[in-house]
């Protein structure tokens, strides 16, 4: 399969622990995409990276929340003293960008969070 | 905020062609129009998209309006598995997808 990828699918913690997540994107696609549904929601813009350099933050990304890109391939999103509201599906996105043309994001399938 | 508007909820019978509006008045001359589907507890999955002309792929048809400020995404033989919350989004590249609360199709045998 060369869509992508996200691990771990679900995790569950309790109020206070740190969690990170692991997106690997497609090969080669540029830039990277970070977004946050809640229940009965749409998905909610986090962050994006193109290549390793963070390009934006939402206001929704607090400073419990970080998103590293160290090698422009992988990205890993980490929460910080995690709260029940943080208890949401987190959506990994890549496209590739940047030639001029309309880009495309492609979705994984998400980590589901759930926070005791 | 999302700058489309959708119907909350629609039905189709299996087998019959589902025809999902979207209204998108404010686009602007570089904003494309996307279709993503979201089956129950799974990420986005891509559909189709467009500038201004119709287009076509094995999943789906989108008719885009002449003046740009709706579109209708065509799905011909509605199935069981299509099931799930249609979004309409427009945007240009690049930008990140604002997504609003879509449209919830239901395939009824």
């Known amino acids: 399969d060369t869509g992508v990828s996200q691990d771990p699918r679900h995790k569950i913690t309790k109020r206070g622990q740190n969690v990170t997540f692991r997106c690997d994107p497609i090969s080669e696609h540029n830039r990277l995409y970070w977004y946050r549904q809640t229940l009965g929601q749409g998905p909610e813009f986090l962050t994006y990276?193109?290549?390793?350099?963070?390009?934006?933050k939402s206001r929704l990304l607090s400073d419990r929340f970080s998103a590293e890109r160290p090698k422009g391939s992988f990205s890993t999103l980490e929460i910080q003293r995690t709260e029940q509201g943080d208890s949401a599906m987190y959506l990994c996105a890549s496209s590739l960008g940047g030639g001029g043309y309309q880009e495309t994001q492609y979705f994984g399938p998400g980590t589901r969070l759930l926070v005791l | 905020d999302a700058k489309t508007t959708q119907p909350t909820s629609m039905d189709c019978a299996e087998g019959r062609a589902a025809n999902l509006p979207c209204n998108h008045s404010?686009?602007?001359?570089?904003?494309?129009v996307y279709w993503y589907r979201q089956i129950h507890s799974q990420g986005p999955q891509y559909i189709i998209h467009?500038?201004?002309n119709n287009e076509t792929n094995e999943m789906a048809s989108l008719i885009i309006t002449e003046d740009r400020k709706s579109s209708t995404l065509i799905l011909p033989h509605a199935t069981l598995r299509d099931t799930a919350v249609y979004y309409c989004?427009?945007?240009?590249?690049?930008?990140?997808?604002?997504f609003g609360p879509g449209t919830s199709l239901s395939v009824i045998p």
């Open positions: 990276f193109q290549n390793e350099a963070q390009l934006e």
């Open positions: 404010t686009i602007s001359g570089n904003e494309y």
């Open positions: 467009g500038l201004k």
């Open positions: 989004i427009v945007v240009s590249s690049y930008d990140k997808v604002i």
